[in-house]
């Protein structure tokens, strides 16, 4: 399911952060250009002249957000490759954890269907925590893609609000769970998901949260400039290190067929059979189309 590890390029990953930093510098010299002349006649001009200022700096303030990721990840892949890159290479949502301040992240994309399409994750945990809530159906990143603004839960309301996910992330050290849509204009592609062993995060964690994820969203992955061998894949510091859930998908339907059933109905029994046996969908989902495994 994985895409594939390729290779460490610190040129590569240096020429990311240059670009979003020239590009925050262009941003901010357009913003510049407006906010002087907004003072200037005529005066019927200046809503619009303040309003690409404000636009501007926004722009601004998204590069240089960029930047400092594709900064900390760098740094991260240099220690890494100094100590000769014996542990696991450090993926890219490890950088957007570190910018936020907390232990692990994960970013989850959807179809319009509300079906996986790509996972990220900074660590083991926030990969189990995201494939448990593919299990059960239920969790913070699909409470956000159902609408909410944001989800910002603590220990005392782990378990009271999701039954099956909060005892089963609570086995995996998490305490706290906060997630914020990622949006492109009017429509939401996912959510950026961030866990922690703390009993509860500060509130002030959302707003940072959701200027990272308005990053994400809009400028790291639209950054395709490559693809994998197959032509297709898409290429760059998130994708890399991404899971495509094309594997669960396809199960889905396989079990659809087999049972003559919905596509609904077969991801509830797949759910279903992975949480009875303690097995990560993406596995599960393996099994049925690599190995034939039989739901019914």
């Known amino acids: 399911m994985s895409s594939g590890t390729p290779p460490h390029d610190d040129a590569h990953e240096w020429r990311n952060y240059l670009r979003e930093m020239q590009r925050a510098d262009r941003a901010a010299a357009v913003a510049a250009r407006y906010e002087l002349q ?21 722009m601004e ?8 990721l ?18 696991e290479r450090p993926p890219f949502m490890s950088a957007v954890a570190d910018d936020l301040g907390l232990d692990s992240a994960a970013v989850i994309l959807f179809d319009e269907q509300w079906q996986e399409v790509l996972t990220a994750a900074s660590d083991a945990r926030s990969r189990a925590a995201y494939d448990l809530e593919a299990t059960v159906g239920c969790g913070p990143s699909r409470d956000v893609l159902g609408g909410l603004d944001y989800v910002l839960v603590g220990e005392a309301e782990l378990t009271d609000r999701w039954p099956e996910y909060g005892s089963a992330a609570w086995d995996l050290g998490i305490r706290s769970v906060l997630a914020v849509p990622l949006e492109v204009g009017p429509g939401r592609l996912g959510a950026l998901c961030a866990y922690s062993e703390h009993a509860r995060l500060p509130e002030s964690a959302v707003p940072a949260a959701g200027h990272l994820a308005d990053v994400l969203a809009n400028e790291v992955l639209l950054h395709t400039d490559r693809t994998d061998t197959d032509g297709a ?33 077969a991801l509830l029994l797949i759910r279903a059979r992975a949480f009875a046996e303690g097995v990560p969908l993406p596995e599960l989902a393996r099994r049925i189309v690599e190995e034939r495994y039989l739901l019914c």
């Open 233 to 265: 894949t898409p290429r760059g510091a998130l994708y890399d290190d991404a899971d495509y859930w094309a594997t669960v998908n396809q199960a889905v339907g396989m079990v659809a067929v087999q049972g003559s059933c919905s596509v609904d109905t």
């Open 61 to 68: 303030r998204r590069h240089r957000a960029c930047a400092r």
């Open 38 to 58: 907004s003072g200037q006649p005529p005066e019927s001009t200046r809503p619009f002249r303040e309003r690409m200022a404000a636009l501007h700096r926004q």
């Open 70 to 87: 594709y900064r900390l990840h760098n740094q991260r892949l240099q220690r890494w490759s100094d100590e000769g890159a014996e542990a």
